[in-house]
């Protein structure tokens, strides 16, 4: 069976991860885990393009604009799980530490997979693709890792 580790945060339930997923099923007996870095508000703000007022970027983001990110970033998770399921794939997930590499080493700590699979906003936008993300991850963990990345 194929194990798959999906790293996803504003891009995951997009149809170009869908696909990635249905590919990877298509191939055989496939399991899914989803890991969806707790991003913190300001960051996830930098992510989307959305402007910044002056004093978030000065203060970072407050403990309720954090919390509204946890409970964006939770009920994308679900989602994503649910549609998951209703094709009827193997497919669990959970939060991560808010910086990627890190969330990715977490859940490689807890359990084996064959490849890692990275979804990421386009070029310019990412803060990802960036930090090199799909590469150091690579590189660090030593598994294959492919990256899809969402059209606007």
């Not at 991860?17 to 707790?38: D, Q, T, W």
């Not at 992510?47 to 203060?59: F, I, N, Q, R």
């Not at 209703?86 to 990627?100: C, I, K, Q, S, V």
């Given at each position: ?37 707790n991003t ?28 509204r990110a ?83």
């Amino acid at each position: 069976m194929g194990k798959y580790l999906l790293v996803a945060n504003q891009t995951l339930g997009g149809e170009h991860l869908i696909e990635e997923v249905r590919r990877r099923a298509a191939a055989g007996p496939s399991a899914f885990y989803v890991v969806v870095p707790n991003t913190r508000a300001v960051d996830a703000a930098r992510a989307s393009g959305a402007p910044l007022a002056p004093a978030a970027v000065m203060s970072g983001s407050s403990e309720d604009e954090d919390h509204r990110a946890t409970l964006i970033a939770q009920s994308r998770l679900h989602q994503a799980l649910n549609r998951l399921r209703a094709e009827g794939l193997d497919a669990r997930g959970d939060l991560g530490d808010p910086e990627p590499l890190t969330a990715i080493g977490d859940a490689l700590a807890l359990e084996q997979f064959d490849e890692i699979i990275i979804s990421t906003l386009p070029i310019g936008i990412s803060r990802w693709l960036g930090m090199d993300l799909p590469s150091r991850a690579e590189r660090r963990f030593k598994l294959p890792v492919t990256t899809v990345t969402a059209h606007p």
